[in-house]
């Protein structure tokens, strides 16, 4: 057998060898052009969205911090206080470097001066409130007791992130500050729908609502504008460090430390939540000295 002859291929096998080569050398060259080209794309980019992410932030930074303004009108001592029939008593409101202003108790000494820190998410604010709610709004408008309501946002976090204890405090501020005697219907209102701590809590559209069914009428807009700007944000966080930080006026105690803290003519009620006898009772021993007509009974 010889090798080679007329037939040989070697020659057409040498042109597609190198037309193969010329092919790969022509890919190679349009590859690296692509590369160049996407890597030009990938880095402007990732610089796109580096603005894009730096600017998300600044927006959410600046959204959030909102400067320090006044408090509401009628909470000059950080809460809103209550008298002869419910109505509530007028302050000025506070300006972001005051001090509050305390409320002065009864002169006389024959009216229980009842004060309650609490906040609209807490489990323990919820039994309390529904439990002796009727029985101090009976006590106030006899004129036998003043009630003293300070809400405060101890549990802003605990709200899978909807900050709601915050939001319902600012919702109250709201209406103390443009429906004052209103504020003690709204305050049973915002227990009686209490949500369960750890969930979102009701929504600020919810929270207006809940305004409305209430009985609120007056100055209904500008509550509702004022419960979508969380107008009194600043406001919240600061009444929620003065208690936290202490010293609690009119009384020995220090500072709050937990929700809810009621006091009656200065002295802490620690009994149980929901027996409203026990609190009846304690809030006899506070006050009896006075033995006065209206001394507060309790509500069978």
């Not at 409203?276 to 001394?295: D, G």
Request: aromatic letters at 6%; proline letters at 6%.
């Amino acid at each position: 057998m010889t090798i080679g002859g007329p037939g040989d291929s070697r020659p057409a096998k040498n042109k597609r060898r190198d037309a193969a080569r010329t092919k790969a050398a022509k890919l190679r060259v349009q590859q690296k052009k692509r590369d160049r080209r996407n890597r030009v794309f990938l880095q402007g980019g990732i610089a796109v969205l580096a603005v894009a992410a730096v600017t998300a932030i600044v927006l959410i930074i600046v959204n959030s911090v909102q400067p320090a303004g006044p408090g509401p009108k009628n909470m000059a001592s950080d809460g809103l206080l209550l008298g002869t029939g419910l109505a509530a008593v007028t302050t000025p409101a506070l300006q972001p470097d005051d001090d509050l202003v305390p409320s002065a108790p009864d002169a006389s000494g024959t009216v229980a001066d009842i004060r309650v820190y609490l906040d609209y998410l807490c489990p323990f604010c919820g039994i309390f409130e529904t439990t002796n709610s009727d029985q101090m709004s009976q006590w106030v408008e006899s004129g036998a007791a003043t009630l003293e309501i300070h809400p405060i946002s101890i549990l802003t976090s605990k709200s899978a992130g909807t900050q709601y204890s915050l939001r319902a405090a600012n919702a109250a501020a709201c209406v103390a500050n443009w429906s004052p005697d209103d504020f003690f219907a709204v305050n049973s209102a915002l227990f009686e729908d209490q949500p369960v701590e750890g969930t979102a809590g009701l929504s600020d559209d919810e929270l207006k609502a809940l305004v409305k069914d209430a009985g609120v009428s007056t100055e209904l807009a500008s509550i509702n504008e004022c419960i979508d700007e969380t107008t009194y944000r600043s406001w919240v966080k600061s009444a929620t460090d003065r208690a936290l930080s202490g010293p609690i006026p009119n009384s020995s105690l220090k500072a709050i430390t937990g929700t809810p803290t009621v006091l009656v003519n200065g002295k802490q009620y620690v009994g149980a939540l929901d027996d409203p006898k026990e609190f009846a009772a304690f809030v006899l021993q506070a006050a009896s000295e006075t033995y006065s007509t209206a001394t507060p009974t309790p509500v069978g």
